[in-house]
């Protein structure tokens, strides 16, 4: 079936320093790669997504890059600081079928 | 604030019992996603709907079941719990599906509802 594999499961870095968490996907009908954060105790939040027909997508200190060919993804967070400490979560789905599914998660830890 | 409501935010009940969780989406969303957390583990998806019709199952149990409503509000029942079923229970929506291929199902979480069975 289908599957989303993420690592690490767990980062520390110290603050300034950049993030990289990576995802594989199995269903090769996969279009749509978005990625939450979630922080102790609160909802998921979708902090960026990219589309299929991206390579790479940038948002300030975040970017993903997408290789459609390996089927793999990967969230970059540059320049950490201790409030992006959360759980992130990478997750895949296909707009012609309904369901998303999210990777097991990475905690990341930023040390001031 | 997502939008999406989500009741109670926390129920506390013993094994065997049975409790129905309840989940208003945004104004205009018609899908609905349930997902399952365990402490510390990653959102496992259970099942969605889309304008009342149930659209994608995943791992949820025989002993749970979903239903959205003609209003779009849903609710997922629990039966027979076990302590295994404690956990924080999130309901998402989503923009409807158009056909050719988007919108692409972004989700917006509500708070959860944190299920204590003892």
């Known amino acids: 079936g289908e599957n989303v594999e993420q690592h690490p499961s767990t980062l520390s870095v110290q603050e300034g320093d950049s993030a990289v968490i990576k995802c594989t996907y199995s269903?090769?009908?996969?279009?749509?790669f978005p990625w939450y954060k979630q922080e102790l105790g609160k909802r998921p939040q979708l902090i960026i997504d990219?589309?299929?027909?991206?390579g790479e997508k940038k948002d300030q200190r975040i970017a993903v890059t997408l290789n459609k060919t390996a089927k793999h993804f990967s969230l970059h967070i540059t320049e950490t600081q201790p409030e992006d400490s959360a759980v992130y979560f990478c997750?895949?789905?296909?707009?012609?079928?309904?369901?998303?599914?999210f990777g097991a998660g990475t905690r990341l830890f930023v040390k001031a | 604030d997502s939008g999406v409501t989500q009741t109670p935010k926390h129920l506390i009940t013993a094994t065997g019992q049975r409790v129905t969780l309840r989940c208003s989406p945004r104004?205009?969303?018609?899908?609905v996603y349930w997902y399952q957390q365990s402490l510390d583990q990653g959102l496992q998806f259970l099942i969605q709907?889309?304008?009342?019709?149930?659209?994608a199952k995943g791992n949820i149990l025989e002993r749970f079941s979903a239903q959205q409503f003609p209003d779009l509000h849903s609710e997922l029942n629990l039966s027979s719990l076990e302590l295994g079923d404690s956990a924080l229970y999130f309901c998402?929506?989503?923009?409807?599906?158009?056909?050719?291929?988007?919108?692409?199902?972004?989700?917006?979480f509500g708070p959860g509802t944190r299920l204590t069975v003892l």
């Open positions: 997750a895949a789905s296909f707009t012609g079928g309904f369901k998303t599914i």
């Open positions: 990219i589309r299929s027909n991206v």
């Open positions: 709907y889309y304008n009342g019709e149930e659209r």
């Open positions: 104004s205009g969303d018609l899908s």
């Open positions: 269903d090769s009908a996969s279009n749509y």
């Open positions: 998402a929506s989503s923009e409807n599906l158009r056909s050719g291929g988007g919108p692409y199902n972004e989700q917006f």
